[in-house]
């Protein structure tokens, strides 16, 4: 049996009902917009792939033109379905790739349809678009025989590791050796600056800076490399990447399609971090974890993310309150407990007293509060100072933590965290590092009970009520202006700024979005 926190289960519950209050606005806005995202991941998931050659600006996808003509010519309040699905139904087009073609042509005209037409455009639309879902849920199936097969690793925390080095022909190699040497999770994380691209590039890429660009293709060849590993190692190797961004919807749909097995998906990370609009990324993240929902991708949230901006310790609540927001967004879009892999990190500076037993008490909390989720743990990053020895010490804590507090996927520390990229060399250190922590302590949460009364107990409860009364703050005001007045990570951002504002539009009566239609059905059904 884990190590446990005693906590208090009626101010536990206060703080779930004041985390659905707090939330339900902003469903209730989600659910009356949508994005230009939204729209080019269902025409995505109805199988549109490929980029226009012939336009000046480079090679665009077909996807952003064909939303984009859309919405010159008859905006997108009733969704891009209607107008492209009529295009095909009436004869004017034979096929999804032809209406794009024409659009590439400059031909192509829409209009939004009525009557009988409305209903032949709408059937042809959920019938595109449940086809690729279909491909969605035969991807799930495909992901629960490997694991059958193969088994999962035999031991929790999942060992996560980060290789990324912008050519995905490189990460492949460096992937599968690093699956060898221990891990269990491998994240390819993306080409700087790609979370603010309001497109999806196309094909393999070689070219990415600090990362590889998050690609249908790269996704492809990074999924059959591992079940490679997967079959030789005899345990499931998952990947992860990004569905972080101004083009969530479509990389999620993407993640869906290729079988990815874990995604960051947080819409506070690109509203804080990237300055990404409020209001569009919240109406992104639910799309995208319906998506995610769907395919039975596990997702990451990004809480770690405040405290490399904020003081660990002073600001802990507000990790807290993050979570039960997210674990409230995530229950609504469909995902289910053993899919939030919620964020928090190992970031007290270390020369503060008693830092680990902190550490440990804000630790015992999240697990404490979530027993069901894989709680995704983060490495020291803010004070990790390019002493590389100093930091191999810090990462072995972190590590001792994540086995003494039960937690379910722990992101390898680098000791040249802040120095450098990291070199192989790097890597392989670091797994011996996790290797043997794990080996010699990892059912250690069975021995290891704080006192009521103590320390760690206190200091947890501490953190709880400290979230519940913000909590209470951000349901009288509201959660947006919570985020405008820098509640989280410090750092202010208003809904009526940020990027990608001019991507949301307010849906109009008879709005379809194939895609969301579907999988709410799907919800409903299995709820009956």
Same mark, same amino acid.
Request: proline residues 3%; neutral net charge; glycine residues 10%.
């Given at each position: 049996m884990s190590a446990r926190l005693t906590?208090?289960?009626?101010? &536990?519950? @206060?703080? %779930? /009902?004041?985390?659905?209050?707090?939330?339900?606005?902003?469903?209730?806005?989600?659910?009356?917009?949508?994005?230009v995202s939204v729209e080019r991941a269902v025409l995505r998931l109805a199988g549109l792939e490929g980029t226009d050659p012939v336009t000046g600006e480079g090679e665009i996808p077909w996807v952003n033109r064909v939303v984009d003509v859309v919405r010159e010519q008859v905006g997108l309040e009733h969704g891009v379905a209607l107008p492209v699905w009529h295009t095909i139904a009436s004869g004017a087009a034979g096929s999804l790739q032809e209406v794009a073609e024409q659009v590439g042509a400059g031909t192509a005209r829409f209009a939004v349809p009525t009557g009988g037409d409305e209903e032949r455009a709408r059937d042809a639309?959920?019938?595109?678009?449940?086809?690729?879902?279909?491909?969605?849920?035969? &991807?799930? @199936?495909? %992901? /629960?025989?490997?694991?059958?097969?193969?088994g999962d690793p035999p031991r929790r925390p999942w060992i996560y590791l980060i290789v990324a080095t912008g050519d995905i022909y490189e990460d492949i190699p460096q992937a599968q050796a690093a699956a060898r040497a221990g891990a269990d999770v491998i994240a390819v994380i993306r080409s700087t600056g790609q979370s603010l691209l309001d497109y999806v590039p196309e094909g393999a890429t070689r070219t990415g800076y600090a990362g590889t660009y998050a690609t249908q293709e790269n996704f492809r060849l990074m999924r059959a490399a591992l079940d490679d590993v997967s079959a030789e190692l005899g345990r499931y190797v998952r990947l992860t990447n990004y569905a972080s961004g101004l083009c969530m919807p479509e990389?999620?749909?993407?993640?869906?399609?290729?079988?990815?097995?874990?995604?960051?998906?947080?819409?506070?990370?690109?509203?804080?971090?990237?300055?990404?609009?409020?209001?569009?990324?919240?109406?992104?993240?639910r799309?995208?974890?319906m998506v995610h929902a769907r395919a039975g991708i596990i997702i990451n949230t990004g809480e770690d993310n405040y405290l490399t901006t904020a003081d660990a310790v002073d600001e802990a609540h507000t990790v807290t309150v993050s979570q039960l927001l997210n674990e409230r967004f995530a229950r609504e879009a469909g995902l289910q407990d053993w899919q939030l892999g919620l964020g928090h990190a190992f970031e007290i500076n270390p020369a503060v007293p008693d830092s680990f037993r902190l550490e440990l008490a804000h630790a015992l909390l999240a697990r404490a509060l979530f027993p069901d989720a894989p709680l995704k743990w983060m490495p020291p990053t803010k004070h990790m100072t390019g002493d590389v020895f100093g930091g191999y010490l810090l990462d072995g804590f972190f590590n001792l933590a994540g086995a003494l507090t039960d937690q379910g996927i722990l992101l390898v520390g680098m000791m040249t965290e802040a120095v450098v990229t990291p070199w192989l060399s790097d890597r392989d250190l670091a797994l011996r590092n996790v290797r043997y922590v794990l080996d010699a302590a990892g059912g250690l949460a069975e021995d290891f009970a704080p006192p009521p009364?103590?320390?760690?107990?206190?200091?947890?409860?501490?953190?709880?009520?400290?979230?519940?009364?913000?909590?209470?703050?951000?349901?009288?005001?509201?959660?947006?202006?919570?985020?405008?007045?820098?509640?989280?990570?410090?750092?202010?951002?208003?809904?009526?700024?940020?990027?990608?504002?001019?991507?949301?539009?307010?849906k109009a009566p008879g709005h379809l979005d194939p895609a969301t239609e579907l999988m709410e059905a799907a919800l409903e059904d299995a709820a009956r």
């Open positions: 906590i208090d289960e009626g101010l &536990a519950t @206060r703080a %779930r /009902e004041l985390a659905a209050r707090a939330a339900q606005p902003v469903i209730d806005l989600a659910t009356k917009h949508t994005t639309a959920l019938a595109a678009v449940g086809a690729g879902l279909g491909r969605v849920d035969a &991807a799930r @199936r495909r %992901r /629960e025989e490997l694991v059958a097969t193969h990389i999620a749909a993407l993640a869906g399609l290729e079988r990815l097995d874990m995604m960051l998906n947080d819409a506070m990370y690109g509203i804080l971090f990237r300055d990404i609009n409020p209001i569009r990324t919240f109406v992104d993240q799309f995208s974890r009364g103590g320390f760690i107990d206190r200091r947890a409860h501490t953190v709880l009520s400290e979230a519940v009364a913000l909590l209470e703050t951000i349901t009288a005001d509201g959660l947006l202006p919570a985020i405008a007045a820098g509640t989280f990570g410090i750092t202010k951002r208003p809904a009526d700024r940020g990027k990608g504002l001019d991507g949301v539009v307010v």
